[in-house]
């Protein structure tokens, strides 16, 4: 193979499905009504799990809607995953913070890359001891698992909320388009769901919980840019409810692959990203619990300051 990716191409024909991809969103959404409509019959326990794994499901098939699947529409895509059942994050602001972090020559830093995990030196050493606790556990799986989503649906908000008073048209646009969205899905969701709230928000909780198993360790500040993103060659439940986004590397190179077709395209060059992005790899996420359930993955502040904060 040497130097030469192969298979680095994706070739569709002008009016050609994904039909995969239409699969899983009739899977995901059956799981969901299944977990709304059976709630009171299910249980809490079954029914925060199911709505957990649906709506992880969710927000990776609306990852891969931002890429230009599974038809050539837009506007078709969109649709299948407009609708906020997640609750927190406007679709349109996640396709425009997610497309930004695709700059690669700017990934983990904590200014230009919305998905960013660091935090810069100078906003570090303003925060109060009880944030910077909090952080650092944020900083272990369980704690991402078990606080992340709090700390970052706060932070998203707090973010958006500048912004639109600053009186960024996009951000109100996105926002104003969600709230009508959410008022229609609310709606709905009070006539049909046959459980407790509190039921259906702890299901939102774990779908965000269960994503950030994902991004956990996603990226990691290095002077490269090609060696920022990892690989986990897991081919398990979570790797299915990621969409294979776990082999994040080959996503990263090659965005317009569609999700089942990323580990065959990583098959064929395993050797060559490996090399690209220096062996950032493990083995399965079982590894990466064992690793690091109670341990920091790497310092909360990002290593690499911009020139005026060394």
Known sequence: MGNRLTGN??????FAVEWPTLAVLALCWSGWGLAVH???????PVTIVLLSLCLALYSSLQHEVLHGHPTRAAWLNTLFVLAPIGLLVPFCRFRQLHLAHHGNQNLTD?????ESYYVAADHWRRYPAWLKLLLRWNNTLAGRVAI???LG????????????WRGDVVVLRAWAIHFVLLVIVSTGLAAVFTGPWWVYGA?????????????????????????????????????FLFLN?????????????PWYALPGFYARNRA??????????????????KRYAFRRKEPVVHPFGRPEER
């Open 110 to 114: 904590p200014f230009d890359d919305p």
């Open 272 to 289: 060559r990203l490996l090399q690209r992005n220096q062996a950032y790899r493990y083995r399965s996420y079982g590894e990466i619990f």
């Open 9 to 14: 191409t994706w070739v569709r024909s002008r």
């Open 245 to 257: 986004n776990n082999l994040h590397a080959a996503h990263h190179l090659r965005p317009a692959l």
């Open 153 to 164: 649906a706060v932070g998203f908000l707090l973010s958006e909320m500048k912004l639109a």
């Open 148 to 150: 992340g989503p709090a």
């Open 203 to 239: 299901g939102v909780y774990g779908g965000m919980g269960i994503i950030y198993v994902r991004t956990f360790l996603e990226h990691r500040a290095h002077h490269d840019p090609s060696a920022r993103s990892v690989i986990i060659e897991d081919r398990g439940l979570l790797a």
């Open 38 to 44: 059976a709630a009171g019959a299910l249980g809490a």
